[in-house]
């Protein structure tokens, strides 16, 4: 439900003049909540300075909705990097898992980090899944052919980072 509103958010930007414009409403609808209590009010009497901070409340949380948008959006709270990749490599159980891969991560990726081991089929191969980044992304084709003569043509997949639910090819 909420996605459509994170990935409108992050993909555009605020002007002064919309975020001006937001004020303003926020504004007019203080005045017209003041007024209405006001109205409704009158008979019992109200205070003059609870109908100001009536009239200035909605503003004051725009304001500080704006500022805190403002934030997430310098400091990029939020986004996702697309050059980060999650690798998931099946190996036969007589490879060492630890530094099989070494020379080829060190030719193609930037940094990785081994995040998971399982056993698979029966115990005779390692599925290792990787949190890796690639240097250049023309070269992902080259950089799993290379991997598919290591491991001796098994499986080997590459897609994005799951989202913390666990998404994609977890």
Not at 24 to 46: C, H, N, P, R
Not at 86 to 114: A, W
Not at 115 to 137: A, P, W
Not at 142 to 159: S, Y
């Amino acid at each position: 439900m909420f996605e459509s509103i994170f990935t409108s958010t992050s993909e555009n930007t605020i002007s002064i003049s919309q975020s001006m414009l937001g004020i303003l409403v926020a504004v007019v609808i203080g005045l017209v909540i003041a007024f209405v209590y006001t109205l409704v009010s009158k008979k019992d009497g109200y205070n003059k300075s609870f109908i100001i901070g009536l009239a200035l409340l909605p503003a004051i949380v725009a304001a500080v909705i704006l500022l805190v948008f403002v934030v997430l959006s310098v400091t990029g709270f939020g986004t996702r990097d697309a050059h980060r990749k999650q690798l998931r490599i099946t190996i036969p159980e007589n490879l060492n898992y630890m530094v099989v891969f070494d020379d080829i991560f060190d030719k193609y990726l930037s940094e990785n980090v081994l995040r998971k081991v399982k056993t698979t089929n029966m115990g005779t191969m390692f599925e290792l899944t990787y949190e890796c980044r690639i240097k250049d992304e023309s070269e992902q084709k080259q950089f799993i052919d290379e991997l598919r003569v290591r491991n001796g043509n098994l499986n080997i997949t590459m897609g994005m980072m799951p989202d913390s639910d666990g998404g994609y090819l977890n």
